[in-house]
């Protein structure tokens, strides 16, 4: 007799909740005007037009095996995700020489985010990996010029993780693994 007293207070404890459950998400909406509307995403904030910051980029050293930085003037970015969007593109710009680029020509950013714990995942078009020229040397580089640019500029930024066409690769030419975001190397810079 208790068990199925149990039972029965159990039975119409659950159908209380699903009641409750039911009336939260079907009947209250479709009473003061339906689901709630989720507003649309904030536009991302620009490059302030003008404004510039001095920002360290990367190139190939005189003896190519190793890293060089020069400071050039990058457009001004509102909050980190847009400053670092201003650094990689202009990283990724063709420099005049005598600078040399360890990017292959035609490479474009396609989105960056960075997370809550200062990891910037930059995701890149796939002349990255397509027009790389291979060899362990200069893809140390290549990855290093991005990598170190970013954390150097924006401390905020502790590792990077390169994507190429939205997915994660194992490497652009089978020397640094590109599985997991890598910390800044300042040992590739002369």
Do not use: C
């Not at 990017?103 to 990996?129: C, H, K």
């Amino acid at each position: 007799m208790r068990l199925s007293r149990a039972l029965t207070l159990a039975a119409m404890l659950a159908f209380a909740v699903a009641g409750l459950v039911w009336g939260l998400f079907f009947w209250l909406p479709a009473r003061y005007g339906g689901p709630a509307s989720v507003p649309p995403p904030a536009a991302a904030a620009a490059p302030v037009e003008g404004r510039k910051i001095k920002a360290r980029l990367f190139y190939v050293s005189e003896s190519g095996a190793k890293l060089t930085g020069a400071e050039f003037d990058v457009p001004y970015g509102e909050g980190t995700v847009e400053q670092a969007k201003a650094i990689v593109n202009a990283q990724l710009a063709p420099p005049a020489p005598p600078l040399v680029s360890a990017i292959p020509a035609g490479t474009t950013l396609r989105t960056l985010f960075v997370t809550d714990r200062g990891e910037a995942f930059v995701d890149l078009s796939p002349e990255f990996a397509a027009a790389h020229r291979g060899g362990s040397v200069n893809e140390l580089l290549t990855v290093h010029a991005i990598v170190n640019a970013l954390t150097v500029n924006l401390p905020v930024i502790k590792a990077v993780q390169l994507l190429v066409d939205g997915k994660e690769v194992d490497s652009l030419a089978g020397h640094v693994d590109l599985g997991r975001p890598l910390a800044q190397n300042l040992s590739l810079v002369e």
